[in-house]
């Protein structure tokens, strides 16, 4: 029963600050629309949760409030959100609900959307009048940087799953944030979203709950599933070749791009050419320059160029 307005679907890998005109144009796409085919009874918005922008720290939380000093405090607003969203008391305050995803890898952005389009139609109904509040601590990154297989964040999703199906709460989100953002607002949070006009439980207040969350993230910050190897111990690895009949993958965690890397990095590589190691297929070098010289020196020829580390 819904009339539908889609403004704008974009979005971006994982890189550099989002530039100004951007997020001017593309924001302003859906500022416009709330704008000029209102009234707007309510609005689901599907955003990452971790964007910097040239002039703004917290991308969506900027957008929100624009958003929100169009429409009112009245009209509901729910966001889904990345498990790695740094999420703000920006974006707390302007959004009525926040839903993060709970699978890393994500796979359960189709039921994180119902859940959303559900809790905003009780919403848009009077049903409910939902609210959000934030916990945070001190904390570049924690909660096993999101791993939602076992450990910490696994154990709170389930608890935060438990007091949503026991009507406790609307919503309970753990977000391991995006410690490579460099802003002040970086890193894990809990977001309990609750009902205003009292129609949730009799458990815990919301913002106890965050905070005995939030307790439980720090307490075990220390708490990781990931262990980085040396260059040496990667080429090692790499000269044991695969075990069994599944190939063997060797990431470059330093140089990540979706990290703000810049894909260019030859430490393992070099590190594989002086061992000797053989049957591998190294990928990828990102390096333009590198690809000309190439071109130049045509098919079938040696060159000698420099590759990498530019």
């Known amino acids: 029963g819904w009339t539908l307005i889609h403004p704008v679907s974009a979005n971006a890998n994982p890189s550099g600050t989002v530039t100004d005109d951007a997020f001017e144009t593309i924001g302003g796409m859906i500022l416009d629309a709330a704008k000029r085919q209102g009234p707007i009874d309510g609005v689901l918005f599907h955003l990452h949760g971790a964007m910097v922008t040239e002039s703004h720290e917290d991308g969506e939380g900027e ?5 929100r000093g169009i429409l009112g405090p009245n009209v509901p607003i729910v966001v889904t959100l990345d498990l790695h969203a740094n999420v703000t008391q920006k974006m707390a305050y302007n959004a009525s609900a926040l839903i993060a995803f709970r699978t890393y890898p994500h796979i359960d952005m189709y039921e994180r959307a119902w859940q959303g389009a559900e809790l905003l139609e009780d919403a848009m109904q009077g049903k409910t009048r939902p609210k959000t509040i934030i916990a945070r601590r001190p904390m570049l990154h924690g909660l096993d ?6 450990g910490p ?42 009902d205003e006009m009292g129609g949730v439980g009799t458990g815990p207040p919301p913002q106890e709950i965050a905070e005995t969350f939030m307790d439980h993230a720090w307490e075990t910050r220390a708490y990781t599933t990931v262990h980085m190897l040396s260059v040496a111990q990667a080429v090692a690895r790499a000269r044991e070749g695969q075990k069994g009949d599944q190939p063997l993958v060797i990431a470059d965690f330093t140089d990540n791009p979706g990290g703000g890397g810049y894909g260019d990095a030859t430490a393992f590589l070099k590190g594989l050419v002086e061992a000797g190691v053989e049957g591998v297929a190294f990928h990828a070098i990102c390096d333009p320059q590198a690809v000309q010289d190439g071109i130049r020196a045509r098919i079938g020829a040696t060159a000698t160029l420099t590759l990498g580390g530019k």
Request: charged content about 20%.
């Open 153 to 194: 964040m696994a154990e709170l999703i389930a608890r935060g799953e438990t007091l949503e199906h026991a009507g406790e709460a609307l919503a309970v989100s753990i977000c391991a944030g995006f410690a490579l953002a460099n802003i002040r607002d970086v890193g894990p949070s809990v977001t309990v979203t609750y």
């Open 63 to 67: 957008l929100l409030e624009r958003l």
């Open 145 to 150: 940087w999101g791993r939602t297989q076992e």
